[in-house]
């Protein structure tokens, strides 16, 4: 089974940062469309982020200009860079891998911001 484990999460104010990481299985990283994804309380979850194998990035328009996706190759580990965080960012965030071989989720990190 794919294990994706995602670290990072916590309580902010409006306004600041977070940095969130999924690892993932070397043997499936690098052939993998890694992503983030979102649930807020009450509400169904929902695609934020996407980097390909090749880099190939896109964002939901609620994030747009201030989340950034990278991956890092050597540690397979992908990373959700969050700015100028807003109240309705407060989510579970989940880590996803998809590829030819399937797909996985992560157990997912709570994001809080609140002042």
């Known amino acids: 089974q794919v294990q994706l484990v995602e670290s990072g999460g916590g309580l902010v104010q409006p306004g600041g940062s977070l940095r969130l990481s999924c690892a993932a299985p070397?043997?499936?990283?690098?052939?993998?469309?890694m992503g983030w994804y979102r649930q807020p309380p009450g509400n169904q979850r929902e695609w934020i982020a996407l980097i390909t194998s090749d880099d190939f990035i896109n964002y939901a328009d609620s994030v747009k200009g201030r989340f950034t996706i990278s991956r890092d190759n050597a540690k397979n580990t992908v990373y959700l860079q969050m700015n100028s965080l807003k109240p309705e960012d407060t989510a579970v965030y989940y880590c996803?891998?998809?590829?030819?071989?399937?797909?996985?989720w992560g157990q997912g990190t709570q994001v809080t911001v609140s002042s």
């Open positions: 070397g043997s499936i990283f690098s052939r993998s469309v």
């Open positions: 996803n891998a998809r590829g030819q071989w399937g797909g996985s």
